[in-house]
């Protein structure tokens, strides 16, 4: 490392400590951090699904290219993106999350820049993984890592509010898209995608982030750190990911993450086409989304304050239980009011499923390897996120309806609800008896 790059990096430093000493004194730090994760979840918009959806029908006309095999791209970038997740979740506990997030972000900038340039199949793909890979999987694990580290007693309450980042993603991204590639084409639309990224996120995680409260004296909450506590990384616990893949709870854990990822996955990708096979009308099948995204943003600080107050292996356990009422309750949907209900109790379950992904993995693991072992959650989430579509798809093309599908697909979350009763803290991880 030569002096000038020493010297930038303590000048750097410098300027983070004075913004730190300038705010902690107004309210605890981690509220902060908070807001720079919720950010970095909205920036990760570029990445995920609810974006792409707005281009599909552009980029298929221009390069030539059937909506089959832009899907089919799509799904096979999402795979091989997931199975870099561990890699990332390495790097984190290395390096830390806000310098994985800035390396992260830059990256994210130019896979914009790239996919912009596309012109075929193969560079579509990879354009697909990249961006999945980047902001889809690697960023929201850097945002859920740091709201992790920051916060204990209140985390559920804390990554609930992270998620409605997601939320905010949801209700900009695709508008935003859609006028841009309107406006100026889908090629710039995504430059513009690219610099937005850069702009919106660099300068809070140049400025602002820490990696642990350890780091500047403080423990999770915002409690002090006693002398005797220590402080640095050495005071951080936690189990390393071959300890945690030999626990009953990552199988507990990571079923039950499985399920909700594969089957919100399933809903999302063909709600509309199922409700209009059950004799809804388009127009009506197509607002289920808006309604879903109120009731999510609506409870989702209410399911955070649960996951905080109440024992977690029962909170986990009705979220798999909501996850049933979804699948079921959409087979039963025929009407404008049975469309709403079902928007509300879907909606619920996304508040449920956001919030576990980044509460699960501290909550019985510890902190202090918790990038590796989060990869690999985050991983297994998205593989069955990828392959959840498929049941439903078959039964389509084969007997016309996914009725009896959708219901045979509830015992996944149903059998994981049963197994939720066995799971325990394994031994090494310090938590609060209520939530045992």
């Given at each position: 490392m030569t002096s000038r790059t020493r010297t930038r990096q303590g000048t750097e430093r410098s300027v983070r400590a004075a913004v730190f000493d300038a705010l902690a004194p107004r309210w605890f730090y981690g509220w902060t951090i908070l807001a720079v994760a919720a950010l970095a979840i909205f920036v990760s918009g570029p990445g995920q699904s609810h974006t792409f959806s707005v281009f599909v029908g552009p980029i298929g006309r221009e390069l030539g290219i059937s909506n089959a095999s832009i899907a089919s791209a799509y799904g096979l970038a999402t795979v091989a993106a997931a199975f870099l997740l561990p890699f990332i979740g390495r790097l984190v506990d290395r390096y830390g999350p806000r310098r994985m997030t800035?390396?992260?972000?830059?990256?994210?900038?130019?896979?914009?820049?790239?996919?912009?340039?596309?012109?075929?199949?193969?560079?579509?793909?990879?354009?697909?993984?990249?961006?999945?890979?980047?902001?889809?999987?690697?960023?929201?694990?850097?945002?859920?890592?740091?709201?992790?580290?920051?916060?204990?007693?209140?985390?559920?309450?804390?990554?609930?509010?992270?998620?409605?980042?997601?939320?905010?993603?949801?209700?900009?991204?695709?508008?935003?898209?859609?006028?841009?590639?309107?406006?100026?084409?889908?090629?710039?639309?995504?430059?513009?995608?690219?610099?937005?990224?850069?702009?919106?996120?660099?300068?809070?995680?140049?400025?602002?982030?820490?990696?642990?409260?350890?780091?500047?004296?403080?423990?999770?909450?915002?409690?002090?750190?006693?002398?005797?506590?220590?402080?640095?990384?050495?005071?951080?616990?936690?189990?390393?990911?071959?300890?945690?893949?030999?626990?009953?709870?990552?199988?507990?854990?990571?079923?039950?993450?499985?399920?909700?990822?594969?089957?919100?996955?399933?809903?999302?990708?063909?709600?509309?086409?199922?409700?209009?096979?059950?004799?809804?009308?388009?127009?009506?099948?197509?607002?289920?989304?808006?309604?879903?995204?109120?009731?999510?943003?609506?409870?989702?600080?209410?399911?955070?304050?649960?996951?905080?107050?109440?024992?977690?292996?029962?909170?986990?356990?009705?979220?798999?239980l909501v996850m049933v009422g979804s699948l079921v309750g959409v087979t039963l949907v025929h009407d404008v009011v049975t469309s709403v209900l079902y928007a509300i109790v879907f909606g619920i379950n996304n508040a449920f499923s956001m919030t576990m992904f980044g509460y699960v993995w501290p909550r019985y693991f510890g902190r202090r390897h918790l990038g590796s072992i989060q990869g690999v959650g985050q991983m297994i989430g998205v593989v069955g996120a990828s392959l959840g579509p498929l049941p439903v798809g078959v039964a389509f093309d084969v007997v016309g309806s996914a009725t009896l599908t959708l219901r045979l697909l509830a015992l996944i979350p149903a059998g994981c609800m049963i197994a939720a009763a066995f799971l325990r803290t394994p031994a090494g991880v310090a938590v609060n008896e209520r939530l045992e």
């Open positions: 800035l390396v992260v972000v830059l990256l994210l900038g130019v896979a914009c820049l790239a996919f912009a340039a596309a012109t075929n199949v193969v560079w579509l793909t990879l354009g697909f993984a990249a961006l999945r890979f980047f902001g889809q999987g690697s960023l929201m694990l850097n945002s859920a890592n740091l709201v992790s580290q920051w916060f204990s007693r209140r985390r559920g309450f804390a990554l609930s509010l992270m998620a409605l980042g997601f939320a905010a993603s949801m209700a900009a991204h695709p508008p935003l898209g859609q006028y841009l590639a309107t406006t100026i084409g889908w090629r710039q639309a995504w430059v513009v995608l690219g610099v937005l990224t850069w702009a919106l996120m660099l300068p809070p995680v140049l400025l602002l982030v820490w990696d642990k409260p350890e780091d500047r004296g403080l423990a999770p909450d915002g409690a002090p750190v006693t002398p005797q506590e220590g402080s640095g990384p050495t005071s951080v616990s936690g189990l390393t990911r071959r300890e945690a893949l030999r626990t009953p709870a990552f199988y507990i854990v990571t079923a039950g993450w499985f399920a909700m990822a594969m089957l919100v996955t399933t809903l999302h990708f063909y709600q509309v086409t199922i409700l209009k096979a059950q004799g809804v009308a388009p127009e009506v099948a197509a607002r289920v989304f808006p309604v879903s995204a109120l009731a999510m943003v609506v409870t989702m600080p209410f399911v955070g304050r649960m996951f905080d107050g109440f024992r977690t292996r029962r909170v986990f356990a009705l979220a798999l």
